[in-house]
């Protein structure tokens, strides 16, 4: 939820300016057709949005494909995970090139116990250079993904983007101060959606898949599970066609509320049995 400050003169006394707080919401909405692609031309006739249960009518929409990216790449070094991301790298700097373009930002954190590496990155190509050999020990997941929404490079402004993070983990936390709630609320409040990278065989459920599945429902992202190299070829590209082909849906809320309420939307097709689409649950009113 975004507030914006308008200011105006009354026009017989140019020195009196009244200021007023006006609340929108902007949900960033992934939209495609029953073979994944990204559904073009997405128009408002084509949407039924809904929030806390009552229908919304006058709501906005626009391409989000020109918009500036702010992402987040983490990687899990924890026992459990961190030997297979050296096979990662070179895949990962591939994908990231043909995503970001000027104006993107990068931000790359590795974490096990505690945040391991912190940095902003100009070029995809020094994901490498923050590979680090060290790791292993217990995994504080919630915390590490609490404080990186809290980043600057994902601070809530005026100016409408698209934020986003990539999460190599297992979903496994055994350490961490916040808790799954938390983090997720944290993500809503930055308008960031998490894709989630697990590795293990498909048809084997894992402890911390349903985490996974949680975490990237709840933020609009999406959660993978990947067998080899192929399967993770696949989901990089999945998200970076996501990232680029999107909407943005805006409107003012229902009705002005307390702050820290949290409200549930829902955007379902109005009419097209073959679009699908995604966004994160919901908000979090502001003050």
């Not at 003169?9 to 007023?20: C, F, I």
């Not at 919401?25 to 029953?34: E, F, H, Q």
């Not at 949680?214 to 990232?243: M, P, W």
């Amino acid at each position: 939820m975004v507030l914006i400050l308008v200011a105006c003169a009354h026009a017989a006394d140019p020195d009196l300016v009244l200021r007023k707080r006006v609340s929108e919401v902007r949900l960033t909405l992934v939209a495609t057709d029953n073979n994944g692609r990204p559904w073009e031309g997405l128009s408002p006739s084509s949407l039924a949005v809904a929030d806390q249960g009552s229908a919304v009518s006058d709501f906005q929409l626009r391409s989000a494909n020109d918009l500036p990216l702010q992402v987040g790449i983490v990687l899990d070094l924890s026992d459990s995970t961190r030997k297979s991301w050296p096979a990662v790298r070179a895949l990962l700097i591939d994908s990231m090139q043909g995503l970001v373009r000027p104006g993107d930002q990068i931000l790359m954190i590795t974490f096990n116990t505690r945040i391991e590496t912190e940095r902003v990155l100009a070029r995809p190509e020094e994901l490498g250079e923050t590979f680090s050999s060290s790791g292993g020990g217990l995994t504080a997941l919630y915390d590490a993904l609490y404080r990186i929404c809290q980043h600057p490079l994902f601070s809530r402004d005026l100016e409408p983007r698209r934020s986003a993070i990539i999460l190599f983990s297992d979903g496994e936390d055994n350490l961490s101060y916040r808790d799954l709630g938390e983090t997720i609320a944290s993500a809503q409040r930055g308008g960031i959606a998490i894709y989630t990278i697990t590795a293990h065989r498909p048809n084997q459920w894992r402890r911390g898949d349903g985490v996974l599945q949680k975490i990237a429902g709840a933020t609009g992202g999406r959660a993978f599970v990947i067998n080899d190299f192929d399967d993770l070829q696949a989901a990089l590209q999945s998200i970076q066609t996501e990232l680029r082909n999107s909407y943005l849906l805006f409107y003012r809320p229902p009705r002005e509320e307390t702050a820290g309420h949290f409200h549930e939307v829902e955007v379902l097709p109005a009419r097209n049995a073959g679009l699908h689409l995604r966004t994160r649950a919901g908000y979090f009113t502001t003050p």
